[in-house]
């Protein structure tokens, strides 16, 4: 490890964007199957088939003693009542933690263990989120302009997807009245 040179990657933190870009990863309305609750809305919606977010991953080792970091850009919208937002996971090695900085925009980071616990933060321009060790994350934009923030964690965590994909969060945030709402997921375990 100590053969790899320390280097600098430039953000642009209004929109996120790296430079170098490294591993650019976008995920459009169609690679979301079965996340948004109103499966109506969502058929409506693929006729255009949106970007729901994007994220910019600096190329680093997945190893214990480095630190991966990216930023991640969910842009605004709806899916129904329901706001854009990422898939979520938990990470393959579940004891290992997660922060994330805000850039831009006004988010929710909705956050579970499998124990049921739940928790959700406001995201905001200079927020710090820490993700403890075994939560379970997802970032949710309520806002009108990009959520753009930016995330680090263990070189080797990796991302556990199928517990989340299988079985979803125990509560969503939509919007009622104007106001971002967190309601039971009525599809939890379905
Ligand atoms: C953040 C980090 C990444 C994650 C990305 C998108 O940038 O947590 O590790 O990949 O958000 O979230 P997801 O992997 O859940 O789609
Ligand atoms: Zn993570």
Redesign the pocket.
Known sequence: MADFLPFNTTCDFTTGVLNPPGNLIS?YLADMQGVFHDNDAYVAMMKENPKIYE?YNVIIPEEEGHLQH?T?IVYPGKVGNEYFM????YHAIPGTA?IYICFRGRGKLVMQTVKGDFKVLDMYPGSISYIPPFWA??TINVGSEPLVFF?V?RGDAG?NYGTIEEKGFYKLVIERNNIPTIIDNPLYGR
């Open positions: 995920r994220f990216c991640s990422t898939k979520g996971h997660e994350h997802r995330g964690y991302h």
